[in-house]
């Protein structure tokens, strides 16, 4: 019977690459692994999917009774429904300790690093197995995604390290240009419905007795947004009522200027203004130097619930 690994709901590159990444490397160790995904991917992941070769986990949306490991989260508001009847033998995480426990001993990895993918490198060097040359791309590629191409707080020496080191493995001189390429690919935004758009890079987070979602976009140029904003804000609204939550966020982050612009549904505004020190303006705020939701969001909007 195989294991299954796979990453958050709404998943990231970072989720589907360290899908891929780990599963090779479980298997490599001699054991019987399949990579998989709970959701539908960004054009961003296509993007690296389709630049290095790699094929896309199947989707699967039920785990009960298999053996499977997770990556890059340890929130049940991100795991499958039925992720209790699972056997979740091991995590590999770059965010906060989740509210995910389990039946049985497993193996973790939980690192302060800017990309899951990050510590996949260091479990593959542990073991002194050797990343094939897609794979290398591709998890190189999922942390310039996370660590914003090292403009994030997030990001470490740890992480450059890694890229540096997944560079020549793969065979890229300038993966900054190819870190650019990408994030050029991830503000496409034409076309897709809000939807699409709010629910991209969407998380749901326990804080207190309420939930709060909290969804970011990030772009070099936020003026794709100007015609589509009012209609990106209605939908926040429609997921904020379909999923009874306290709070939507939704983080139009722009790279180049290094700052995020919030749109914001909420039961009350002032945990939002309390907790970043603003005054919202027709439920919105500019949030100079924020890039990261894991480190400059959730953190400081916790505390508020």
Not at 30 to 56: A, H, M, Y
Not at 179 to 193: C, P
Not at 250 to 257: A, C
Request: charged share 25%; hydrophobic share 40%.
């Amino acid at each position: 019977m195989s294991t299954y690994v796979f990453g958050h709901t709404n998943p990231d590159s970072d989720s589907i690459v360290g899908a891929i990444s780990l599963s090779y490397l479980k298997n490599a160790l001699g054991e019987d692994t399949v990579p998989t995904r709970q959701g539908k991917i960004s054009p961003e992941t296509e993007f690296i999917l389709n630049k290095f070769g790699g094929k896309l986990p199947e989707l699967k949306t039920s785990y009960a009774g298999e053996e499977v490991y997770i990556i890059d989260y340890s929130d049940l508001a991100q795991a499958p429904e039925d992720i209790l009847e699972a056997t979740v033998l091991g995590i590999v995480d770059h965010h906060k300790l989740g509210d995910l426990t389990t039946a049985t001993p497993l193996e973790c990895w939980i690192r302060p690093v800017g990309c899951s993918n990050t510590i996949v490198k260091e479990m593959y060097d542990a073991a002194g197995i050797e990343i094939p040359k897609d794979i290398a791309g591709m998890m190189l590629c999922a942390i310039l995604s996370d660590t914003v191409i090292f403009k994030s707080p997030t990001c470490t020496k740890v992480d450059t390290k890694a890229c540096k080191e997944l560079a020549l493995i793969a065979g890229i001189e300038d993966y900054k240009a190819l870190g650019m390429e990408m994030f050029i690919v991830k503000s496409a935004v034409q076309g897709a419905t809000p939807r699409e758009l709010t629910t991209r890079d969407y998380k749901e987070f326990a804080m207190g007795d309420t939930k709060v979602g909290v969804g970011q976009l990030e772009v070099v140029d936020l003026k794709v947004f100007d015609d589509m904003k009012a209609d990106l804000h209605a939908d926040i609204k429609k997921i904020k009522e379909e999923s009874g939550l306290h709070t939507v966020m939704l983080l139009l982050t722009d790279i180049m200027t290094e700052g995020s612009q919030i749109l914001v549904v909420s039961d009350d505004n002032s945990k939002i203004e309390n907790a970043f020190d603003i005054k919202l303006e027709n439920e919105e705020a500019w949030l100079a130097g924020v890039l990261s939701r894991k480190k400059q969001i959730i953190p400081f909007l916790q505390p508020q619930f």
